[in-house]
C-alpha cells in the first residue's frame, strides 16, 4: 500500500563530519573516485586525466539496461511489460543479477553525480548553477512524463492487452500524466542539487577537505548504512514507492549518504589521490559478499521458506540480514570498480566516448526500446529465459545506437 508522505532532506555536513572523523579517516593520499552518471547529470569534466569515468558511465548505464531486461524476463521488480520464467535455475540467476545491481548501481550514480557538484556551482554561482539543473534535467522529466510514457504504456495496452484502439483513443481516457518511471532519479538528483545549493547559501565557510577513507572505514560505512536501511525499512520496506516521484525509499539511505560523500570527495580531491593498490582487499570481500553471501541469503529464503517479504522490511532477521548484505556489498563493488578502472581504464577510447556522450540519452531511451524488442518476441514459442539471452544484448546495443542518433538531434544536444 503507498502512502503520501514527506521526502526526508539530506542530513547537514556536521553530522556527516562527525560521523566520518570518528572513523579515523586515514591520512594516506591514495585516490577514490566513481563513475558517472548519464552525461547531462554531471555539470563540469574535471579533465582527460579521469577518462575511466566516462567509461564506467557506459558500463552502469549498460547495466542499467540490461537489468531491466531481466526483470522483463523473471527477476523480481515491476516493469512496465513482462514474461516471466518459472525455471528456478534461472530465476535464481536473475535474482542474484539484479540484487547484486541494486546493491551498488543507483547508489554509484548519484555519488559520480555529486562528485561534480561543487565544481559547477563554484564556477557558475547559485542562481545560474539552479537554473541549469533545472533546464537540464527538468526538461528529459518533462519528455518523459507527457511523451515516452504515454507511447510506452499505449504499446503495452495495445499488443500486450489486445486493445486495439487508436493512440488517440487511448490518450482520450490516460490518466497518468504523472509518471516519471526511470527519470525518478533525475527527480531525486535535482532535489538533492537544490539541497546543495541551499546549503552552500546558509554555509559562508571553506569547504572542510576529509583524508581518503581507509578500507575499514569504508566497511564501517557499510555496516553503518545496513543499520540505518534496516530502521528505514521497518516502515519503508523495498517495494514501497512514493507517489508520483517513484521514490523507494528503502534504498534512499544509502544514495543519500553516497551523495554526501561525493561532495566531500570531490572538495577533498580524492580523484588525484586514489591508489588502487590500497583497496585491493575491498574486491576480495566483494567478490565474497556476491558469491558467497548471496548464496546463503537464497538459502535462508530455502530452508526456512519465510516470505520474501521478510527481507524487504520489517521487525525479521532476513530483513537485518539483507540490509547488511547489500549495503556491505555495494560500497565494497564501487571502490573496487574504482580502483580497478583508475588502473586498467584510464586510457583515451574513441569508441567509448562516442558512447559515453549518448549515455544520458541511452538511459532515457532504453525503456523503449527494451519494450518494443519484448512486444516483437511475445509470441515466439520460447521460455522467457531464452528471450532474455538475446533482447539483453540487442537493449543495450539499440539504446546506444538510438541514443547516439538523438544527441545529434538539433537542440536536443544542449539538453542531454
Known amino acids: 500500500m503507498r502512502r503520501s508522505i514527506s521526502f526526508p532532506l539530506i542530513p547537514g555536513p556536521d553530522i556527516f563530519r562527525k560521523l566520518f572523523v570518528s572513523w579515523n579517516f586515514s591520512h594516506n593520499h591514495e585516490k577514490m573516485s566513481f563513475s558517472t552518471p548519464p552525461a547531462a547529470l554531471i555539470p563540469d569534466h574535471p579533465g582527460s586525466k579521469i577518462v575511466y569515468i566516462d567509461y564506467l558511465k557506459v558500463l552502469l548505464t549498460a547495466l542499467v539496461v540490461a537489468h531491466h531486461a531481466f526483470v522483463t524476463y523473471g527477476a523480481p521488480g515491476g516493469w512496465y511489460y513482462s514474461e516471466k520464467t518459472s525455471i528456478t535455475s534461472a ?8 540484487a547484486v545491481n541494486q546493491s551498488y548501481f543507483m547508489g554509484f550514480f548519484f555519488f559520480l553525480s555529486a562528485l561534480f557538484i561543487p565544481a559547477s556551482y563554484k564556477k557558475k554561482g547559485a542562481a545560474v548553477f539552479i537554473k541549469d539543473r533545472f533546464f537540464r534535467l527538468g526538461i528529459p522529466l518533462l519528455f518523459y512524463s507527457f511523451i515516452l510514457a504515454p507511447v510506452m504504456n499505449y504499446l503495452v495496452y495495445y499488443y500486450e ?111 588525484d589521490q586514489l591508489n588502487p593498490d590500497q583497496y585491493k582487499p575491498i574486491k576480495t570481500i566483494a567478490l565474497c559478499m556476491i558469491f558467497i553471501g548471496f548464496p546463503i541469503v537464497y538459502a535462508i529464503k530455502i530452508i526456512f521458506d519465510n516470505p520474501l517479504e521478510w527481507f524487504s522490511g520489517g521487525l525479521h532477521g532476513e530483513a537485518a540480514f539483507y540490509a547488511f548484505w547489500e549495503q556491505i556489498t555495494g560500497v565494497c563493488i564501487m571502490v573496487a570498480l574504482l580502483a580497478y ?48 539471452v538475446l533482447v539483453t544484448p540487442l537493449g543495450i546495443v539499440f539504446s546506444f545506437l538510438i541514443g547516439h542518433i538523438a544527441i545529434k538531434i538539433p537542440g536536443v544536444n544542449k539538453v542531454i
Not at 91 to 98: E, G, H
Not at 176 to 190: D, K, P, Q, R, T
Not at 355 to 381: D, E, K
Request: glycine share 8%; with cysteine.
Open 161 to 271: 492487452g489486445e486493445h486495439h484502439i487508436t493512440f488517440m483513443q487511448f490518450l482520450s481516457g490516460y490518466d497518468g500524466w504523472i509518471s516519471v518511471g526511470v527519470l525518478w532519479f533525475v527527480v531525486a538528483l535535482l532535489l538533492f542539487s537544490l539541497v546543495y545549493a541551499g546549503w552552500k547559501g546558509i554555509a559562508k565557510s571553506a569547504p572542510d577537505i576529509w583524508p581518503m577513507p581507509a578500507v575499514k572505514n569504508i566497511l564501517r560505512l557499510g555496516a553503518a548504512l545496513a543499520v540505518v536501511s534496516f530502521i528505514v525499512r521497518l516502515g519503508f520496506p523495498v517495494g514501497w514507492v512514493l507517489d508520483p516521484v517513484g521514490f523507494q525509499l528503502g534504498h534512499f539511505p544509502q544514495y543519500i549518504a553516497v551523495f554526501m560523500v561525493g561532495i566531500a570527495a570531490a572538495e577533498s580531491k580524492w580523484l
Open 341 to 388: 578502472s583508475k588502473e586498467h581504464l584510464n586510457a583515451p577510447n574513441a569508441f567509448l566516448s562516442k558512447m559515453s556522450r549518448c549515455a544520458f540519452a541511452v538511459y532515457i531511451l532504453h525503456p523503449l526500446v527494451l519494450i518494443v524488442l519484448a512486444l516483437l518476441l511475445r509470441t515466439w514459442p520460447v521460455d522467457p529465459a531464452l528471450k532474455l
Open 91 to 98: 530465476i535464481m540467476a536473475m535474482t542474484m543479477f539484479v
